[in-house]
T-cell receptor
């Protein structure tokens, strides 16, 4: 069974601060996704990274996939109250029926105070 | 654009009762899955399906049944509800063909078993 350890579980910061969320595994994944979930809603995809060492930017959010494809990070610059939510990493593997099968981390609850 | 539709949004059951959570998608996705979300545990895969007539177990299948008679629908049945099944349930769908596939989630069903 592949596991993803996400840290920290909770983050409470002031508007304008920077933060990083980590997602680590002892297993290799073919791709790593980050989702954001708001209360009462389902998760929504932010980004997918598929190449070891890959860095993707989405406005103030920077996503990185580790060289060995076992870990990933999400960095938010100058956090805003609108960034508040639950952030989830999810890994998947290629091949056969595995494409759609996601393994999720425990999630990071981010609260950004004005 | 309906996407993934789950019903009901809220449900209270008594221990031992049975019920079916409904999930329908209108994106012609091959892959559909059911997850449960509990505090501090991310999303855990219950059952999944790679196409009509094909289902398989995920990480936590006990106490749940599924069927996939059409591409669009993937209902989840609780055979005899237990308090341990109190959770938020999410249905998701995606294309299977690519590594970058995005999972689209419904809004969830909050189930309480008393």
């Amino acid at each position: 069974t592949q596991l993803l350890e996400q840290s920290p579980q909770f983050l409470s910061i002031q508007e304008g601060e920077n933060l990083t969320v980590y997602c680590n595994s002892s297993s290799v994944f073919s791709s790593l996704q980050w989702y954001r979930q708001e209360p009462g809603e389902g998760p929504v995809l932010l980004v997918t990274v598929v190449t070891g060492g890959e860095v993707k930017k989405l406005k103030r959010l920077t996503f990185q996939f580790g060289d060995a494809r076992k870990d990933s990070s999400l960095h938010i610059t100058a956090a805003q109250p609108g960034d508040t939510g639950l952030y989830l990493c999810a890994g998947s593997n290629a091949g056969g029926t595995s494409y759609g099968k996601l393994t999720f981390g425990q999630g990071t609850i981010l609260t950004v105070h004005p | 654009n309906a996407g993934v539709t789950q019903t009901p949004k809220f449900q209270v059951l008594k221990t031992g009762q049975s019920m079916t959570l409904q999930c329908a998608q209108d994106m012609n996705h091959e892959y559909m899955s059911w997850y449960r979300q509990d505090p501090g545990m991310g999303l855990r895969l219950i059952h999944y399906s790679v196409g009509a007539g094909i289902t398989d177990q995920g990480e936590v299948p006990n106490g749940y049944n599924v069927s996939r008679s059409t591409t669009e629908d993937f209902p989840l049945r609780l055979l005899s509800a237990a308090p341990s099944q109190t959770s938020v349930y999410f249905c998701a769908s995606s294309y299977m063909a690519t590594l970058n596939t995005e999972a689209f989630f419904g809004q969830g069903t909050r189930l309480t078993v008393v």
